[in-house]
């Protein structure tokens, strides 16, 4: 009978073995539950950072425009006259930034108007933030111009 003892044996190491991968999946599964909200908070911070950075410099180039223009942009022209020379503007020295600095970390088109629905700034420039709308807080609250 030494073959039937050793196919046990053979068998209980393969159930073992099963079962040490089971719990290897259930460990790196809670230190995935336990870790996972922190990359992810640092992931949202970084696209909040960089949502500002951008802001600053989307409206830094807007003030670039304005000093070579004489004015700003309009509604119709919006931020894509800081990438694309107007037709009728010889003063025109831009691109102001690069194509891809028009869009937010979430893929959303960066907001703007003239003149402004704010007082305090003299155009509108905003991100909608991480929820991708109008308002919010925390970090889902709006990223704009004149509150950096």
């Not at 290897?24 to 230190?31: A, E, N, P, T």
């Not at 003030?63 to 919006?78: L, S």
């Not at 600095?101 to 703007?112: N, T, V």
């Amino acid at each position: 009978m030494p073959g039937r003892t050793g196919a046990g044996n053979m068998h209980d190491q393969l159930g073992f073995t099963r079962w040490a991968v089971l719990m290897v999946m259930v460990i790196v599964g809670l230190l995935a539950l336990a870790v996972g909200p922190r990359l992810f908070g640092d992931i949202t911070l970084k696209e909040i950072a960089t949502a500002k950075a951008q802001v600053a410099e989307l409206g830094s180039a807007v003030e670039r425009f304005h000093q070579d223009i004489g004015r700003y942009p309009t509604d119709e022209e919006g931020l894509d006259v800081l990438v694309k020379r107007p037709a009728a503007e010889a003063k025109w020295k831009g691109p102001y930034v690069d194509e891809n600095l028009l869009s937010d970390p979430w893929g959303i088109a960066y907001q703007y108007h003239y003149p402004p629905t704010q007082p305090q700034t003299p155009f509108d420039l905003f991100s909608f933030g991480k929820d991708r709308t109008l308002g919010g807080v925390g970090d889902n609250k709006d990223i704009a111009y004149g509150d950096l």
